[in-house]
């Protein structure tokens, strides 16, 4: 999914929210497996919006990588810099302790 389903304001909101987290989870050198995709996938449920660092590549291959999570756990991906990316799946049940939308919005 692309950011396009949210406002510039949301994205310029998101975007300060993330400035602040660290990387929750980080592909190496096996790239995006299942099981990658799993843990990004429950990192989302938990969390709702994180970073993921992505492998160095050129432009054009850390969007695929990017689009590629995004697309497989059914997040949105609010931007992508350099090697990290902010990923956002809204959980109506999510754990407000857990929660980065709750805990730093």
Do not use: C
């Amino acid at each position: 999914m692309t950011n396009s389903s949210l406002s510039n304001a949301d994205i310029k909101h998101l975007k300060g929210i993330g400035h602040q987290l660290n990387p929750v989870v980080m592909i190496g050198g096996q790239g995006v497996t299942p099981t990658v995709i799993e843990e990004i996938g429950r990192a989302l449920s938990d969390h709702e919006l994180i970073k993921v660092k992505i492998p160095a590549g050129s432009k054009a291959d850390r969007d695929a990588v990017a689009n590629a999570i995004a697309e497989a756990t059914d997040a949105i991906l609010v931007t992508s810099i350099g090697r990290m990316v902010l990923l956002l799946r809204r959980n109506l049940d999510a754990n407000p302790k857990l929660s980065n939308l709750v805990r730093f919005g």
